[in-house]
């Protein structure tokens, strides 16, 4: 059964403060690993992933996949208090457009 | 550019009922995913279409069903509802699933109570 997880499930850090959060993944065809910062409704994209080790960046987040380890890690440096979100990385299926969730990181930046 | 839309934003209906929802993706968007999103479960993928046909299902019973029409717009169906079925239910679109570079957008969701 294909399989998402991730670490720490909720953070809590002070404004300015750098977290990484991670992200383990068992999917079968897989194709690429996505990560979206969800506030309130809709998720937001961020991230996608396809290559291992190439890091992606936008502005102080960046992100790196492993398809060795079958990892994925998500940075974020000088956190503000407006990256309080919940993260969310997800395992794309091969050919469809179809995501393996994971449960999500909480994380809370408090000024 | 609009991003995905999704109608309505909130929802109550009585166990039983049978309830629609309506998901019109980003204009050059062809394909259509839904999934449903609860504290327990997280999120977890309902179905997905492309050119008005079903190319992947999950993991959910029959109750749960869906078409995509010619303008790519799409529609969920959830007929005799359950209480578990109260959740946000999201729509995401992409160019489609030959488009293997191209991320899922999400709509708001539409958020269902079942009493």
């Known amino acids: 059964e294909d399989k998402v997880v991730q670490s720490p499930l909720s953070l809590v850090v002070h404004e300015g403060d750098t977290v990484t959060l991670n992200c383990s993944y068992e999917v079968t065809n897989f194709r690429s690993l996505l990560w979206y910062k969800q506030e309130k409704k809709a998720p937001t994209f961020l991230f996608m992933l396809t290559s291992s080790g190439i890091e992606k960046k936008s502005g102080r987040l960046s992100s790196i996949l492993d398809k060795k380890e079958l990892f994925s890690i998500l940075n974020i440096t000088a956190t503000q208090t407006g990256d309080s979100a919940v993260y969310l990385c997800?395992?794309?299926?091969?050919?469809?457009?179809?995501?393996?969730f994971g449960q999500g990181t909480r994380l809370t930046i408090n000024p | 550019k609009a991003g995905v839309t999704q109608t309505p934003r909130y929802l109550i209906k009585t166990r039983g009922q049978q309830v629609t929802l309506s998901c019109s993706p980003i204009?050059?968007?062809?394909?259509v995913s839904w999934y449903q999103q609860t504290p327990g479960q997280g999120l977890q993928f309902l179905f997905e279409y492309f050119s008005e046909t079903q190319r992947n299902k999950g993991n959910f019973p029959g109750r749960f069903s869906g078409r995509q029409f010619s303008n790519s717009r799409s529609e969920m169906n959830v007929s005799t509802l359950e209480l578990g079925d109260s959740a946000l239910y999201l729509c995401a679109s992409s160019f489609g699933r030959t488009e293997g570079n191209s991320p899922l957008h999400f709509g708001n969701g539409t958020r269902l109570t079942v009493t």
């Open positions: 997800a395992g794309r299926i091969s050919g469809a457009q179809k995501l393996v």
């Open positions: 204009s050059g968007h062809r394909s």
